[in-house]
């Protein structure tokens, strides 16, 4: 149906790339990366929407980005299981928010 299609457009933005540790600690314990997630501007799907179209595309860009990092990270058994961590982290972060009655997405710093 050309009248009614969607393009959908996932853009990993590098310009404000920083290093941290890739370790349980960091993703249990700090929000860093997260906030980086939400406050970055927002070309990425977020996950517990309702409508069903937002709710596929949280899935598949889930699944790709565990399948990419499973290429990335390989069989190393310290890094593999970090990517399913962040996007559980990412998960809870919104159940938080939404449950403070924040929306989805709320983004801390750019409001």
């Known amino acids: 149906n050309f009248q009614r299609r969607a393009t959908r457009l996932w853009v990993l933005d590098f310009n ?3 290093w941290f540790p890739m ?3 960091f993703i249990l314990k700090h929000e860093e990366e997260l906030v980086i997630f939400f406050e970055n501007d927002p070309y990425y799907p977020l ?3 309702q409508i069903n179209v937002d709710k596929q595309l949280w899935s598949i860009f889930r699944r790709e ?3 990419k990092a499973g ?3 390989g069989a190393s058994e310290t890094l593999r299981h970090l ?3 962040f ?3 990412c998960v809870e972060r ?3 928010k939404l449950e403070k009655g924040l929306g989805h997405g709320h983004r801390d710093f750019k409001g």
């Open 23 to 25: 370790d349980d600690a």
């Open 71 to 73: 290429e990335i990270l």
């Open 94 to 96: 919104e159940w938080r």
């Open 65 to 67: 980005y565990e399948r």
């Open 47 to 49: 996950p517990l929407m």
């Open 87 to 89: 996007l559980d982290a």
């Open 83 to 85: 990517p399913v961590k």
């Open 16 to 18: 404000l790339c920083n």
